[in-house]
């Protein structure tokens, strides 16, 4: 099993950053993609942005330029760089991982951050 403890979520007004981090641990193999998605109230869990072992990232269309996503592969962290936050940002963030082990596919989540954008 592997855990994953996020840190960095809050409170900021329209235009602030946040950095968020994810730390996974435990028994683990070879991690391949890290991610970070977003459930805001009422809505559908999302895709904000991912990282494969290799360092491609994509991101959705909504935080591209705003949003950087980075990992540190000796340390299993993964970390969201978040600018000019929007009132629309606000979400419970999690952090996805991917760990494989002879062909299976792991998929971890983390408990989840709040992040609380006003205007």
């Known amino acids: 099993q592997v855990q994953l403890v996020e840190s960095g979520g809050g409170s900021v007004q329209a235009g602030g950053s946040l950095r968020l981090s994810c730390a996974a641990s435990?028994?683990?193999?070879?991690?391949?993609?890290m991610g970070w998605y977003r459930q805001a109230p009422g809505e559908q869990r999302e895709l904000v942005a991912a990282?494969?072992?290799?360092?491609?990232?994509n991101y959705v269309d909504s935080v591209k330029g705003r949003f950087t996503i980075s990992r540190d592969n000796a340390k299993n962290t993964v970390h969201l760089q978040i600018n000019n936050l929007k009132t629309e940002d606000t979400a419970v963030y999690y952090c996805n991982v991917v760990d494989i082990n002879l062909g299976w596919r792991y998929n971890y989540w983390g408990q989840g951050t709040q992040v609380t954008v006003s205007s």
């Open positions: 435990g028994r683990i193999f070879s991690i391949n993609t």
């Open positions: 990282i494969s072992s290799g360092g491609n990232t």
